[in-house]
């Protein structure tokens, strides 16, 4: 789906299209416009965007090729910047991962969203309802919010990993847990590497900015830029560096405790082990074929052993729980 938004001074117009021709028709590059891509994966229609917007063929297939994650630092037709989001958006129990692409123009924004981002759907919401003046401070103050409702993204995200972990936590010290224990925390501590990546990215434009050549922020949204997201970013770099800890002590907690289980089961078995060792070699003592075995002969002889098996066996048991290995 192809999502149009175009602001003017005295207009913000909304157009939602398939076609591609369509909706390049109701672009005037006049305006400020944010193109948004959803789930378009049209590479042909694709193609034609970017040669609209006078962008580098090349650009297409760092869209679909999925390129390396973080801003492009070749900038010269525009900002590029390929993303993957940690959404709070749980799926099947896991986070989902928002991926896809931001292209910024001196006054356009392109989303090429591989998946359908919330906050960008909030964003849109918000601009139908004028709470944001982009024709006042134009396009790149939406690159601003853009950036701003990511970080606030992953306060929720970062929320809803701590309660998780309360509940892991409990497991493990309860020693409850099992394997998909081990494994619920390791893909959780997996997921939130897309956290940190985004968190370099905005580093990476921040530091970008300060480039004599760089032209994509204009000098009000830079201070923005330096003033609110910077502190958002120490913060939740912080408590990604404390909730990646937190993960790693209770893997390996749990990973000693699945350890602790196996050799419990090793234990039992070696007990077993022993416990049947003399039986096996009373019954193969009286399995050999000879002919002068007097105890062959008396009626009490075979109670008489199986009792004697009996006796070791409870005797092996009663030995195994003073020593508490069963």
Known sequence: MLILLTFSQDRLELFTSWDVDTVLKKIDRSDNIWLRCVRFRDRTGTA??????????????MIFNHSPLGIDEDIEDCLFDSYEILTHQIKNREFE???GSIVVGTNFIITFEITEVKIFNILTNN?????????KWGIDYLLYLIFKEILNNYYTVFDYISRQLDDLEDEVLEKSGDESTYKKIATMRQSTRSGRRNFQSIKSLLAMMDYEDFQWITQPVKVLFKQELVHHIDNLWQE??????WMSELMEIQRDNIASKTSERINRLTILSTTFLPITFITGFYGMNFKYMPELEQPWAYPTIISIIALIVIGSIVYAKQQRWL
């Open 127 to 135: 601009l139908q309802k004028r709470t944001i003046d982009i024709p």
């Open 240 to 245: 990604y560096q404390a909730l990646r800890a």
């Open 97 to 99: 991962v928002a991926r």
């Open 48 to 61: 034609k965007i970017i040669q609209h917007f006078g962008l580098n063929p090349s650009r297409v297939d």
